[in-house]
């Protein structure tokens, strides 16, 4: 139902290192349900986005002592800038939530869309 958690949802993932590369891929699915607040019930759409962190650890390997022990890394967030299904949440006494027109159910999906994140840190 609008609102509440679903009944499926799925996280996998692959991961893989080499020296100081590190890389991994993570699927992320919400299963289709039903939206019983529109008349008649409606099928939300199934989720499914995936999420990319890369690092390189310099370790020894930099020319300079300033970045020996330094990792860089990029986080993103749904890749492929999937958007969330749509949802029609209609003005009615049966509603669980205060009525926005915003096209998503929020617990169970993000409008952000894709997100890159740089970190870098160093370690002492």
Known sequence: ?????????????LSW???GFESALSLNHSGDYK??????ATKVASWTTLDLQLSYRL??????????RVTVALDIQNLTDKNPP???IPSTPRSPLPVFPVGYDP?????LGRFMALQLKKTW
């Not at 139902?1 to 993932?13: F, K, N, T, Y």
Request: hydrophobic share 40%; net charge neutral.
């Open 86 to 88: 749509f949802v029609l």
């Open 35 to 40: 939206n019983p607040l529109s008349t008649p």
């Open 59 to 68: 370790d020894g390997r930099a020319a300079a002592d300033f970045l020996k």
């Open 17 to 19: 290192a080499l020296g």
């Open 1 to 13: 139902m609008i609102g509440e958690p679903i009944d499926l949802r799925l996280r996998g993932g």
């Open 107 to 111: 617990p169970n999906a993000s409008p």
